[in-house]
Structure formats: C-alpha cells, structure tokens
Nanobody, 120 residues
Framework: QVQLEESGGGLVQAGGSLRLSCAAS????????MAWYRQALGKQRELVAV???????NYADAVKGRFTISRDNAKNTVSLQMNSLKPEDTAVYYC??????????????WGQGTQVTVSS
C-alpha cells in the first residue's frame, strides 16, 4: 500500500506564489518519476511538470519559466514552486509517482488532489 499526501494549495491573487508538496509513504522500494498534474473544472487532467530520479525535468509550455519542480529522493517527496500565478492556473493539482513497491511490482500512485485558486 502506497500513499501520496499533498499539501500547500489555497487561494492566491494573480502574480502571487504558492508551493505544493507531496510526500510518498508506504511499501515503497524505489520511485522513478514524480510529477504534478492539474485538472481545471470541465477540462481534462494535464501534465504540469515531471522530474526523474536523475533530476531531469520537463514542463508544460504554459508553466515554463514560472513553475519549478524539485524532489528529495531520500525523503520520497516532490515539490512544485509556482510563481507569477495566473487565473488560468486555477485547478486541482495532483501528485503522481511511478514506483516499485516493496514487493517488486511496478505501480503508479496518485494523491487526492489539492485545490489551487488564483483570483484576478
């Protein structure tokens, strides 16, 4: 059993900043990629940023230069620093981890989501 717990969402004015955090716990042997997705009301879930064990990253074009993803491999955590927030960044943000469980099984786990609301 693997759990991902997110924190850090909230309400912020346009131009402001928020930092999201996600901690993975449970029967984990190793984590490969960790990522943040978001889903706005009435839209499909979309990838925001991904970071691999090597530290390599990829970002959605809409957030490049404003968001930064980072991780602590020793603590199984991933963070998303969001700067210069815009109203269109309003969404539920989800953490995802691609991992190997203690039982040696590849698995994908999702967090429960955290709401980010950016007011204009």
């Amino acid at each position: 059993q693997v759990q991902l717990e997110e924190s850090g969402g909230g309400l912020v004015q346009a131009g402001g900043s928020l930092r999201l955090s996600c901690a993975a716990s449970g029967s984990i042997f190793s984590i490969n990629a960790m990522a943040w997705y978001r889903q706005a009301l009435g839209k499909q879930r979309e990838l925001v940023a991904v970071i691999r064990t090597s530290g390599s990253t990829n970002y959605a074009d809409a957030v490049k230069g404003r968001f930064t993803i980072s991780r602590d491999n020793a603590k199984n955590t991933v963070s998303l620093q969001m700067n210069s927030l815009k109203p269109e960044d309003t969404a539920v943000y989800y953490c995802k981890a691609d991992l190997i469980t203690s039982g040696g099984v590849w698995s994908t786990s999702w967090g429960q989501g955290t709401q980010v609301t950016v007011s204009s």
